[in-house]
Nanobody
């Protein structure tokens, strides 16, 4: 069973920074990709940043140049450095991990989620 535990959320003023951490139970090499999503009140969950094999990264347009995703394989952790935060970044941030399982010629992909961490940016 995969467990993802986020930390690092909090209240910060606009223009400030926060660093979110996601600790995985076991090696993160098992995953096709890991990333961060967020969900603001009344809105759908959206992808913020993701990292796949070969350290390929992808960012939502709204956070490009401000957020950076990284990982530490030795610590089985993924991070999201958030700079120049804006009030519209306020949301619950979720860590995500995607893993593909193989059985003979069949395969399926499973997504795992953390419990979320609240980020609030005041104006």
């Amino acid at each position: 069973q995969v467990q993802l535990v986020e930390s690092g959320g909090g209240l910060v003023q606009a223009g400030g920074s926060l660093r979110l951490s996601c600790a995985a139970s076991g090696s993160i090499f098992r995953f096709n990709a890991m990333g961060w999503y967020r969900q603001a009140p009344g809105k759908q969950r959206e992808m913020v940043a993701s990292m796949s094999g070969g350290d390929s990264t992808n960012y939502a347009d709204s956070v490009k140049g401000r957020f950076t995703i990284s990982r530490d394989n030795a610590k089985n952790a993924v991070y999201l450095q958030m700079n120049s935060l804006k009030p519209e970044d306020t949301a619950v941030y979720y860590c995500n991990a995607e893993r593909t399982y193989y059985s003979g010629r069949n395969s399926y992909t499973q997504n795992y989620w953390g419990q979320g961490t609240q980020v609030t940016v005041s104006s």
